[in-house]
């Protein structure tokens, strides 16, 4: 639950903002054509992106996020547990604008980039992040100069803390945006606690072309399709495994156990327990 927003914005978008939040949380990231930097303080966070699944973000370590749609849940052992999320965001037109000529300097020798990257515990970021409280705590000293140097000022923190082929990456890549690839999407996820329409989120597509693009993918509807793989490999862990049965219903991406034997029975003809049963015989 996000219990406060504070938005400082620079040219009509939200450029770098401060959210407090509470467990329970799921939070929906969706950067088109934009990069993000994004520090948790003081809770750990798993992420999930278009072709990876639960990234731990560890307290106090921030991540570099590259072109696309993530999900981030936040980790806590205490509900009422306030944590205090930023996000600087990197928009290509306002780094043209804030670095003119000089932008090719910072992507120059890039190497290939990956989609996010991890920036582990720093006390440098530490003290940039809380140099930024002074602003939230007085936004009306806010210009868009001062908000032009804090992006400077962060850029050139993570190449002091050996991420210069991070950003580097990052930037060169806001200039290329990618295509996502529909099946690594299905294939990374297919076992995930995803939903039809957050797997299309995930894509860059809406639903709508999400379902029409997955029929000439696979030669069938996407709830069926993962109905069908994730049962199939229910049957081979309650033959193979121990598990209990809320388990496997878990392992195989069903958030419901009574709904994961209700499907299961329907489908298969036997309830998980009678099929487990049947196959020691």
Known sequence: MIVNRQNFEYKGRVLISKAKVTAPFRKEGIFNNEGCFLYFREAGFKMQSY???????????????????Y???LVSSMESEMVDVFAIHLIPE???????????????????????????SSSIIARFIDSLEFYFENPEVVTDDILELKVKELILLLIKTE???????LISDLYAPQTTQLRIVVDTHLYSNLSVDELAK???????SFKREFKKAYNDSPQHYINSKRLEKAQHLLKTTALSISDIAYDTGFNDPQYFTRLFTKNIGASPSEFRNSKQI
């Open 51 to 69: 072709n990876v699944k639960n990234i731990p973000i560890k307290s106090n370590e921030a991540v570099l996020l590259q072109c696309g749609t």
């Open 71 to 73: 999900y981030f849940d």
């Open 94 to 120: 306002h780094l043209k604008t804030i670095y003119g000529d000089d932008l090719p300097l910072i992507i120059e020798k890039s190497q290939k980039a990956k989609k996010e990257q991890i920036i582990g």
């Open 163 to 169: 991420n210069i082929n991070s950003i580097a990456d």
């Open 202 to 208: 995930l894509s860059n597509l809406s639903l709508s």
